[in-house]
């Protein structure tokens, strides 16, 4: 029987598929398709975050999705010989997609979409749910919304867990002509990676939340705040929104409402400092991305003075699912006071690095080894870092830890924005805690004196210990440092720097020239 | 005294632009300066067309902004992104970030400075390529990772660099 549409060949645009070659592959398909007189449907998709398979290449068959991978340009020949199109069995053949196991367990709310649909079709988007629950936005008032998003329990998924109803119920009741909503997309947190997919893969889910926002507390222009070291997610977010403008769903009077708001992504500039709040609106401003004292909150003086939504990619991207399906929905995932799903991020030494969305409560074990499948290296994992480089660095013996925002704090750790970074036993860890007042050096913005001053200092004590110079007394002036940095600082930068550092300390004393077991507090 | 005006002269000279970055730079100004919070966007798409901040242009943005030339110079100084002297023709940003260091970028990092004969914020001396430490480029899960101008490299080895470094050199 001929086949009346031509085969739709998916072959992701994500970067880090990119980054793998993903251009290569589909030029390779469909030139080989071409050669053999084979019309095919080449279609770029977001990645399905199974990063260690890309380019995974995926056919559209009457039972579904089949995914080959991962997929180089030399594979290419062998794929069309085994007549992959039609489902042929080849080495590279993973059955369909929706049927693999990384996938199966996973509970996709916020990644709904992403890895499914052409990121930047709005035809897609819509066909897949999109706008649902901004619909229904639109028939509720305000403070609906600002309800709906407080019930669902969902909290700043950035790092601070604040909870995203308050913050905008502040903006809310704040009497003020203009309002803005600010996306933080300064996603520069080593071992995450999901505000990028978001971006590059469905970046309509973040204009459809930052749209949700405005019209929950009347702001009317909205900014996303994008890395310089995101030229990609630039690319597909000033794509998504041009499309978003032409079919009314930006702009004045949206879709036939009362409601007026704009987008625009303004590029930062390769400041860490600036995923900061505070310093994210200053650089906006024009200004140096210097951090604010606190009060005024942005809720109240935020951008401009006025008052500010300023919102994680993913707390943002969030809110439609909140809005179709009802705050109960959302709210019935999670454990203890962290609802909902989190977007964890495994990277550095793992096996099977990429995405996966999970309820709150996972172990850090479940991920490490039955989503991970352990190191990379195939030696032992001897540290996690989770959190970004503000994050503590756990031992072997805290991997049961639950990954929920209370637990974590519990054992003086911090879920951040749910990134996973692992190390194997190759690691020093004394190196790890020098490096992390490097980095704090580096991307100080200068402000206040413990960061400013005390990140250089922290450099010179760990390196006097890694020497061995006055061991004992310079490990006791790197924990008064810290404590300095820790109660003295004006914002996370200097105020976290000193959780890589003392859990390294803690768990590992033996890197820092110390007796094994002798665990200080 | 001699050598303090020959001083000042030369300093004036580097400053100095030509006709065809000042030209830019107006059309840049024109098109940014009624936008909120522009001198952002502005130094981008300066740096985008030209491919540094050049001092020279201090003056004019600050006119245009309502600014001291020193907020201007501070502005540009502040962010990693913005340079102030020409690139090489291609830019290398080696990640040097947790993730990567745990898949052995710094290994990777000595193989690069040594075959490229360059530290990081060096220049190559054919002016091929300039190298930067970037931390983080969301590449995480296939560290170690790298950007060639605005291309993501995942999973890097010594082999790969060597073949990415010698198509950029010839390019």
């Given at each position: 029987?001929?086949?009346i549409a031509?085969?739709?060949?998916?072959?992701?645009?994500?970067?880090?598929?990119?980054s793998?070659?993903?251009?290569?592959?589909?030029?390779?398909?469909?030139?080989?398709?071409?050669?053999?007189?084979?019309?095919?449907?080449?279609?770029?998709?977001?990645?399905?975050?199974?990063?260690?398979?890309?380019?995974?290449?995926?056919v559209?068959?009457?039972?579904?999705?089949?995914?080959?991978?991962?997929?180089?340009?030399?594979?290419?020949?062998?794929?069309?010989?085994?007549?992959?199109?039609?489902?042929?069995?080849?080495?590279?053949?993973?059955?369909?997609?929706?049927?693999?196991?990384?996938?199966?367990?996973?509970?996709?709310?916020?990644?709904?979409?992403?890895?499914?649909?052409?990121?930047?079709?709005?035809?897609?988007?819509?066909?897949?749910?999109?706008?649902?629950?901004?619909?229904?936005?639109?028939?509720?008032?305000?403070?609906?919304?600002?309800?709906?998003?407080?019930?669902?329990?969902?909290?700043?998924?950035?790092?601070?867990?604040?909870?995203?109803?308050?913050?905008?119920?502040?903006?809310?009741?704040?009497?003020?002509?203009?309002?803005?909503?600010?996306?933080?997309?300064?996603?520069?947190?080593?071992?995450t990676?999901?505000?990028?997919?978001?971006?590059?893969?469905?970046?309509?889910?973040?204009?459809?939340?930052?749209?949700?926002?405005?019209?929950?507390?009347?702001?009317?222009?909205?900014?996303?705040?994008?890395?310089?070291?995101?030229?990609?997610?630039?690319?597909?977010?000033?794509?998504?929104?041009?499309?978003?403008?032409k079919?009314?769903?930006?702009?004045?009077?949206?879709?036939?409402?009362?409601?007026?708001?704009?987008?625009?992504?303004?590029?930062?500039?390769?400041?860490?400092?600036?995923?900061?709040?505070?310093?994210?609106?200053?650089?906006?401003?024009?200004k140096?991305?210097?951090?604010?004292?606190?009060?005024?909150?942005?809720?109240?003086?935020g951008?401009?003075?006025?008052?500010?939504?300023?919102n994680?990619?993913?707390?943002?991207?969030?809110?439609?699912?909140?809005?179709?399906?009802?705050?109960?929905?959302?709210?019935?995932?999670?454990?203890?006071?962290?609802r909902?799903?989190?977007?964890?991020?495994?990277?550095?030494?793992?096996?099977?690095?990429?995405?996966?969305?999970?309820?709150?409560?996972?172990?850090?074990?479940?991920?490490?080894?039955?989503f991970?499948?352990?190191?990379?290296?195939?030696?032992?994992?001897?540290?996690?870092q989770?959190?970004?480089?503000?994050?503590?660095?756990?031992?072997?013996?805290q991997?049961?830890?639950?990954?929920?925002?209370?637990?974590?704090?519990?054992?003086?750790?911090?879920?951040?924005?749910?990134?996973?970074?692992?190390?194997?036993?190759?690691?020093?860890?004394?190196?790890?805690?020098?490096?992390?007042?490097?980095?704090?050096?580096?991307?100080?913005?200068?402000?206040?004196?413990p960061?400013?001053?005390?990140?250089?200092?922290?450099?010179?004590?760990?390196?006097?210990?890694?020497?061995?110079?006055?061991?004992?007394?310079?490990?006791?002036?790197?924990?008064?440092?810290?404590?300095?940095?820790?109660?003295?600082?004006?914002?996370?930068?200097?105020?976290?720097?000193?959780?890589?550092?003392?859990?390294?300390?803690?768990?590992?004393?033996?890197?820092?020239?110390?007796?094994?077991?002798?665990?200080?507090? | 005294?001699?050598?303090?005006?020959?001083?000042?002269?030369?300093?004036?000279?580097?400053?100095?632009?030509?006709?065809?970055?000042?030209?830019?730079?107006?059309?840049?100004?024109?098109?940014?300066?009624t936008?909120?919070?522009?001198?952002?966007?502005?130094?981008?798409?300066?740096?985008?067309?030209?491919?540094?901040?050049?001092?020279?242009?201090?003056?004019?943005?600050?006119?245009?902004?309502?600014?001291?030339?020193?907020?201007?110079?501070?502005?540009?100084?502040?962010?990693?992104?913005?340079?102030?002297h020409?690139?090489g023709?291609?830019?290398?940003?080696?990640c040097?970030?947790?993730?990567?260091?745990?898949?052995?970028?710094?290994?990777?990092?000595?193989?690069?400075?040594?075959?490229?004969?360059?530290?990081?914020?060096?220049t190559?001396?054919?002016?091929?390529?300039?190298?930067?430490?970037?931390?983080?480029?969301?590449?995480?899960?296939?560290?170690?990772?790298?950007?060639?101008?605005?291309?993501v490299?995942?999973?890097?080895?010594?082999?790969?660099?060597?073949?990415?470094?010698?198509?950029?050199?010839?390019?």
């Amino acid at each position: 029987m001929a086949k009346i549409a031509p085969t739709k060949v998916y072959v992701p645009c994500d970067s880090s598929a990119l980054s793998l070659g993903a251009d290569r592959t589909a030029k390779a398909i469909v030139t080989e398709a071409q050669k053999r007189g084979i019309e095919i449907e080449l279609i770029r998709n977001g990645s399905r975050g199974l990063f260690w398979l890309e380019p995974l290449v995926e056919v559209g068959t009457d039972k579904g999705r089949l995914a080959y991978a991962p997929v180089q340009p030399k594979d290419v020949a062998s794929l069309f010989d085994a007549d992959f199109l039609n489902g042929g069995a080849h080495k590279l053949n993973l059955g369909l997609t929706e049927e693999l196991t990384w996938l199966k367990k996973q509970q996709r709310l916020t990644f709904a979409r992403v890895g499914i649909t052409d990121p930047v079709s709005l035809e897609d988007y819509i066909a897949y749910d999109g706008y649902k629950g901004f619909k229904n936005a639109l028939k509720l008032t305000g403070a609906e919304i600002v309800k709906a998003v407080t019930d669902s329990g969902l909290r700043g998924r950035g790092g601070a867990a604040f909870p995203t109803g308050i913050k905008w119920n502040t903006v809310l009741g704040c009497k003020s002509e203009q309002k803005y909503i600010v996306c933080n997309a300064d996603e520069g947190d080593s071992g995450t990676y999901s505000d990028r997919m978001i971006m590059e893969d469905d970046p309509f889910v973040l204009i459809e939340g930052m749209t949700i926002a405005g019209i929950a507390v009347g702001a009317t222009q909205g900014y996303i705040y994008l890395r310089s070291e995101y030229p990609h997610a630039l690319k597909s977010l000033n794509e998504a929104i041009a499309k978003a403008e032409k079919a009314g769903y930006l702009g004045e009077r949206i879709c036939g409402s009362n409601h007026t708001f704009r987008l625009e992504v303004r590029r930062a500039a390769g400041a860490y400092v600036c995923g900061e709040e505070t310093s994210l609106l200053e650089s906006l401003e024009g200004k140096r991305g210097q951090v604010r004292f606190k009060p005024p909150l942005p809720a109240i003086e935020g951008l401009f003075g006025k008052p500010t939504i300023v919102n994680n990619v993913i707390s943002l991207a969030t809110v439609p699912i909140i809005l179709d399906k009802g705050a109960a929905f959302y709210t019935n995932y999670g454990m203890g006071r962290s609802r909902g799903t989190l977007p964890i991020q495994l990277a550095g030494n793992v096996k099977q690095t990429g995405l996966v969305e999970l309820a709150f409560g996972a172990t850090l074990r479940e991920l490490l080894y039955d989503f991970g499948g352990g190191s990379a290296s195939g030696r032992p994992i001897r540290a996690v870092q989770v959190g970004g480089p503000l994050g503590a660095y756990l031992p072997e013996s805290q991997f049961d830890t639950p990954l929920d925002y209370e637990e974590f704090t519990k054992i003086w750790a911090v879920l951040g924005h749910g990134g996973i970074v692992a190390f194997d036993d190759s690691v020093d860890m004394a190196k790890m805690a020098r490096y992390a007042f490097e980095f704090c050096a580096i991307e100080s913005c200068g402000k206040c004196t413990p960061c400013r001053i005390g990140s250089t200092r922290g450099v010179e004590v760990i390196d006097k210990i890694i020497a061995g110079k006055d061991h004992s007394k310079n490990i006791s002036l790197v924990r008064d440092l810290s404590d300095t940095m820790l109660n003295g600082s004006l914002c996370a930068l200097g105020g976290m720097t000193p959780y890589p550092v003392l859990s390294a300390l803690n768990h590992f004393p033996e890197d820092f020239g110390l007796q094994k077991k002798k665990v200080a507090a | 005294m001699l050598e303090l005006i020959l001083k000042s002269l030369e300093t004036f000279v580097a400053t100095a632009l030509s006709i065809q970055q000042l030209t830019k730079i107006e059309a840049h100004i024109a098109a940014h300066k009624t936008m909120p919070g522009a001198l952002l966007p502005l130094l981008h798409s300066i740096q985008d067309d030209i491919g540094y901040i050049p001092e020279g242009g201090y003056l004019l943005i600050s006119k245009a902004l309502s600014l001291s030339v020193a907020e201007v110079h501070g502005v540009v100084t502040f962010y990693h992104h913005f340079r102030r002297h020409p690139a090489g023709k291609h830019i290398l940003q080696v990640c040097r970030a947790e993730s990567c260091q745990a898949m052995g970028s710094e290994k990777l990092e000595e193989h690069i400075k040594s075959t490229l004969g360059v530290d990081y914020h060096e220049t190559t001396k054919d002016g091929a390529i300039t190298l930067e430490p970037v931390y983080c480029l969301g590449n995480c899960a296939c560290s170690p990772a790298m950007m060639l101008d605005e291309e993501v490299y995942g999973r890097m080895d010594k082999q790969k660099v060597s073949e990415l470094i010698q198509e950029a050199m010839g390019a």
